[in-house]
Structure formats: C-alpha cells, structure tokens
C-alpha cells in the first residue's frame, strides 16, 4: 500500500472531535443519561478523547466504556494459533439500560463493524437509544447505517483504504488514504 493522501493531521482531528463534543452535548440537551461507549480498537481512544472535550465544555464527566465486538463479526478474520477468535473483552463499568449511548469508531465503511456493536450492546442491556459518532465515514455502506456524528466525510474508491492512526496507539495523529 502507498499513501496517495493525508486528510486529517494532528489540528484536523482536534477540532474535528471538539465539534463532534459540541454536536453531542447539543443532541442531547446536555450530557445528562449519556454514555460512550468506544469500539475496540481505536474507536476507545476516540470516545476517551471525546469525553475530556465534554467534561471541559460541560463542567462534569461523562461516563466511557470499552466494547469488543470479535465475538459479533460476521467475518471473524483475527484468530489465534487453535483458530479461536482473539477476545480482549469489553470493559462497560456501568449499566447501559435506559441511557443514551453513544457508540464510537475510526470509520464507518460498510456498517458491519457497526451492526456488530449494537448487537454486542443489546446482550448488556436496553439502552433508551443508540447514537453513532466516527471520525470518518467513508463511503461504501452494505446495511442502512449512518452516523449521528461525523468528523469527516471522506469519499474514496473501493480501491483505496483510509488508515487512522492515533498517539495511543501508533505514535502519531493523523487520517490517510491508501492505494490498495
């Protein structure tokens, strides 16, 4: 794969989360029953991220889970050495029922890593609704899935791929488009 693009730097994505924080708040009059609730694996740095920005905009914390989705994909493609999907398990330290969650990831694409989450969310409770928020939505959607909150749109060819990489977890802030 070659970097055809850089779309989002360091800034980019910065002001692009500030203004997802601002969109929530807004929603949802407030932050009051809202909790996030980031994918595995850079959809938790996200909402960690996201939940600072709120706390600092509203004067109080927002709760923040971790939810993995392996045991929900329809493509379990990371296994281990016995052919055993890779689990690394949620981490939800509050009950979801009758809150407004707000589900995060990277990218939304074809919406499946999407479905995945709100099955993987309708086992740990009944929340009293599901909001979508992603960094980037790309394109390509395979189910009826939009996001309630977008960083960015980022129309790409089904020949390209975006890569979000995040401090966390690779050094470095910033969203680029690949040649496959």
């Not at 920005?53 to 993995?68: F, M, R, T, W, Y």
């Not at 809150?99 to 479905?115: E, I, N």
Request: proline share 3%; glycine share 8%; charged share 30%.
């Amino acid at each position: 794969m070659s970097q055809k693009a850089l779309v989002l730097d360091e800034q980019a994505i910065g002001r692009a989360l500030t203004r997802i924080a601002h969109q929530i708040i807004e929603k949802n009059k407030g932050i009051e029953g809202c909790v996030l609730v980031g994918i595995r694996t850079r959809g938790i740095y996200i909402a960690k991220r996201l939940a600072l920005k709120i706390a600092q905009i509203e004067g109080s914390p927002i709760q923040v889970g971790e939810l993995d989705i392996t045991l929900y994909r329809d493509d379990l493609t990371k296994k281990t050495e016995s052919q055993e999907p890779l689990v690394k398990g949620s981490d939800i330290p509050f009950d979801i029922s009758d809150k407004k969650v707000v589900l995060v990831d990277d990218v939304l694409y074809t919406g499946r890593t999407v479905r995945a989450g709100l099955d993987a969310l309708m086992d740990l409770g009944r929340p009293a609704s599901i909001q979508l928020a992603v960094l980037v939505d790309r394109g390509h959607r395979e189910l009826p899935i939009r996001a309630d909150y977008v960083g960015k749109n980022i129309p790409t060819s089904s020949n390209e791929k975006i890569v979000v990489e995040l401090l966390e977890v690779d050094k470095v802030d910033q969203v680029s488009i690949y040649d496959k």
